[in-house]
C-alpha cells in the first residue's frame, strides 16, 4: 500500500473555470476527509465520507464545492466556477474507522490549486 | 478555534535535541494530545499521541505535564529533514461523533540548521 495518492499534484486554473480533483484513500480505510489550507495557515476541514456516505460538510464548503465518494472508494472534490479564492491546498487523509484510530490519519500530498 | 497554543516558530541546531512546547490548558479529560508536522509541500505526518504518560516512539517523545495542561514534543537528535511545521493537536480518542474532525492552529515552524 503506497498511502493516500492525490491528483494531480498541481492545478492552475483560470477564474470561473471547473476543476476537479481525485483522492484514493488507503484500501482498507472506510473513512475519507478533505481538508483545505491556505499559505501560512494549518489545515481546515471541509468534508468527511464513511464509506460512500458523505456525513458533514463544513460551512466552508459553499455549494460551488461538491464532493463525491462513488462505492466507498475513490473521492473527487469539483470546485466549480472557481475563484481567485479558492487557491489553496487541497488535502485529502483516509482513516480506519472506530475502534483503532490510534494512529490518527494518513494524509495525501495534496492538490495545490492557482486560479488565476 | 484551535484549543492549542504554540510558539511560530523555533531553531535548532542539527543532531541536537529539538523540544517544542504546546500549552493545552483547557484539555478535558477525554482529550488526547496529537502531535503532526507537515514537511514543506506534503500533507501532514502524524508523529505521536498521548493521554498522561509520557509516550515515546520511533520518531518522537512526548511529555505531558501532570496537570495535562502542556505538552512538550521532543525530537532527540534533530536532522536536517525534521524541517517542518509542528502542529499539537487535542482531539477525544474516539473518533465518533464529531470527533473525527481534527483542528489545525498554526503550529510551529521548526527550523533546523547545519
Known amino acids: 500500500d503506497t498511502g493516500v495518492s492525490q491528483d494531480p499534484r498541481h492545478k492552475i486554473t483560470k477564474r470561473g473555470q471547473n476543476v476537479t480533483f481525485r483522492c484514493d484513500p488507503i484500501s482498507e480505510h472506510n473513512r475519507l476527509y478533505w481538508y483545505r489550507q491556505t499559505l501560512g495557515q494549518g489545515p481546515e476541514f471541509l468534508t468527511y465520507f464513511q464509506n460512500e456516505a458523505q456525513l458533514e460538510k463544513s460551512r466552508l464548503l459553499s455549494d460551488r464545492f461538491s464532493a463525491e465518494r462513488p462505492k466507498g472508494s475513490f473521492s473527487t472534490l469539483e470546485i466549480q466556477r472557481t475563484e481567485q479564492g479558492d487557491s489553496a491546498m487541497y488535502l485529502c487523509?483516509?482513516?480506519?474507522?472506530?475502534?483503532?484510530?490510534?494512529?490518527?490519519?494518513?494524509f495525501g500530498s495534496g492538490t495545490r490549486l492557482t486560479v488565476v | 478555534d484551535a484549543k492549542t497554543t504554540q510558539p511560530p516558530s523555533m531553531d535548532c541546531a542539527e543532531g541536537r535535541a529539538a523540544n517544542l512546547p504546546c500549552n493545552h490548558s483547557?484539555?478535558?479529560?477525554?482529550?488526547?494530545v496529537y502531535w503532526y508536522r507537515q514537511i514543506h509541500s506534503q500533507g501532514p505526518q502524524y508523529i505521536i499521541h498521548?493521554?498522561?504518560n509520557n509516550e515515546t516512539n520511533e520518531m518522537a517523545s512526548l511529555i505531558i505535564t501532570e496537570d495535562r495542561k502542556s505538552s512538550t514534543l521532543i525530537l532527540p537528535h534533530a536532522t536536517l529533514r525534521d524541517t517542518a511545521v509542528y502542529y499539537c493537536i487535542v482531539r477525544a480518542r474516539s473518533l465518533e461523533g464529531s470527533n473525527y474532525k481534527l483542528t489545525f492552529g498554526k503550529g510551529t515552524l521548526l527550523t533546523v540548521n547545519p
Open positions: 487523509a483516509s482513516s480506519p474507522s472506530y475502534p483503532h484510530p490510534n494512529r490518527g490519519y494518513t
Open positions: 483547557t484539555i478535558s479529560g477525554n482529550e488526547y
Open positions: 498521548g493521554l498522561k
